[in-house]
């Protein structure tokens, strides 16, 4: 499987506008910009893109892995937030909240640390990474 996105870019790094559009067309010439990246400007930015890819990933995984040991999620709920540091994403950190019928917090934590080591996002990152997991 491969999937692809483009970037458009116009201009300097910093007076400059581009866009962002991925192969389902779910972003499809979406805005991005210096303002975008570095202060509130409207549009996305990549440390944001890296964020959701990483939540959705790590989330997805987890469900795999709760799924493989018996127990269904109710519900799963990660955040993610980048770090991004002289020119260098430095950590990725999640923060999960999960309710899972069932589950001692042991079994839990253990699916957790294996969704952190192994849902592909993780696998790609040569940087820190952190997951902070509530069961409710």
């Known amino acids: 499987m491969k999937r692809n996105a483009t970037a458009v870019w ?21 805005q991005y910009s210096f303002n975008s990246r570095f202060a509130e400007g409207i549009g996305t930015n990549p440390e944001e893109l890296v964020a959701a890819a990483h939540a959705g990933c790590f989330t997805m995984k987890l469900s795999f892995n709760l799924s493989g040991a018996g127990f269904t999620p109710e519900n799963l709920e990660t955040k993610c937030e980048i770090t991004l540091d002289n020119g260098a994403i430095t950590n990725s950190h999640l923060v999960l909240s999960a309710t899972v019928p069932g589950i001692s917090k042991e079994k839990f934590d253990e699916l ?9 996002i993780s696998k790609l990152y040569n940087t820190s990474i952190s997951v902070e997991a509530t069961l409710l």
């Open 112 to 120: 957790v640390a294996d969704a952190e080591a192994n849902c592909p």
């Open 10 to 30: 116009q201009g300097t790094g910093k007076e400059g506008t581009g866009h962002l559009t991925t192969q389902s067309t779910i972003l499809n010439k979406t």
